[in-house]
């Protein structure tokens, strides 16, 4: 079997290799699956970069999100079967309850990864992957999805009919934000940067966009459009928060789930402590959470926005595809 392998965080494209392995025996409470496709994200980009905030193990398997079939299983493998497609958490131990420090070993960084023909995994850390989605459709699930899920209704506020929801830009977790909050019931505001990418986001079901190179002060027009009360939630990709605080409906909820990496705004306590507001970190979620969300994914027959889908063996390309910024969705490599 052919696996990819970074020889560490940091080298770049120059560090991946492809390297041929004998096939793994599955043992107790362990399943074998044939992996049909993987998907990128930041996290991926910051894991090729060295700047990603979780240790990530010299020679690591990258690329935490995949999905496949299950092709052998161990004794005791519980209620995995031969034929099952599954999809695998990034978290393997965070089964259920709040993220603690005892779930850090990560998939694709501290753990071997995806973008292998085959890999060997915990059948605890499977899920069942929606009946009416793809492989390739499966495999962008596990990091963005989830992310968004967790960032929607992962706390005791929850997202209910006639909350209104905000989205930064066009990346995995806010497509899959804006998708998950209409089917919730929710008005969505998007934000972009760009008259084409607005249209799509009208096209998925936003119900306003604001164009930023427009209109700087979306904070500003997120008030406006909402009569000056502010949204309920926001899920903050940008790691600005200084701006999510001005946008934010007095006691909302700004979901923190990443940050681009530029010059951090300090963030006024005074502007805080007056909004009312709770700040959440999100990182990703557990398995609970992910069975939650292709049960929700499945009753409302959603599926996933993908922007290319590349062969295995154009691993690299689909790296410097996603790494231009010019993608609409997920970036899909095809294992098949």
Not at 174 to 198: M, Y
Request: aromatic share 6%.
């Amino acid at each position: 079997m052919l696996s990819y392998h970074l020889s560490h965080s940091g080298a770049g494209l120059a560090g991946l290799t492809v390297r041929e392995h004998d096939m793994p025996v599955p043992g107790p409470g362990q399943a074998l699956v044939a992996v049909r496709a993987t998907s990128l994200s930041f996290r991926e980009l910051m894991v090729l970069d060295g700047t990603y905030v979780l240790p990530v193990k010299p020679d690591v398997v990258p690329l935490s999100d995949g999905a496949g079939e299950v092709v052998a299983i161990g004794p005791g493998a519980g209620t995995v079967g031969v034929g099952d497609r599954v999809a695998a958490t990034l978290f393997p131990s965070w089964q259920d309850g709040p993220f603690a420090v005892e779930h850090l070993a990560q998939r694709g960084g501290s753990l071997d990864g995806m973008l292998t023909e085959f890999a060997l995994l915990d059948t605890d850390s499977l899920v069942a992957i929606p009946a009416h989605l793809s492989y390739e459709e499966a495999a962008t699930l596990p990091c963005v999805a989830v992310t968004a899920w967790n960032a929607l209704t992962g706390d005791a506020a929850g997202l209910g009919p006639g909350d209104t929801v905000v989205v930064q830009g066009s990346g995995g977790v806010s497509l899959f934000a804006l998708q998950f909050a209409k089917a919730l019931g929710a008005r969505v505001i998007a934000t972009t940067s760009s008259p084409v990418k607005a249209a799509r986001l009208r096209d998925l079901g936003a119900d306003e966009v604001v164009d930023y190179t427009a209109t700087p002060d979306w904070a500003a027009e997120v008030r406006t459009l909402t009569g000056g009360r502010g949204a309920n939630r926001i899920v903050d990709v940008a790691g600005l928060l200084h701006e999510s605080v001005r946008a934010i409906a007095l006691s909302g909820t700004i979901a923190c789930v990443g940050f681009t990496g530029n010059a951090a705004v300090p963030l006024d306590p005074g502007a805080l402590f007056a909004s009312g507001a709770t700040v959440r970190s999100v990182a990703v979620g557990s398995r609970a959470q992910f069975t939650a969300m292709n049960a929700f994914i499945e009753t409302h027959g959603l599926r996933p926005v993908t922007d290319r889908v590349f062969p295995f063996d154009a691993a690299m390309d689909a790296y410097r595809h996603f790494a231009a910024g010019r993608s609409f969705g997920k970036v899909v490599i095809s294992h098949s």
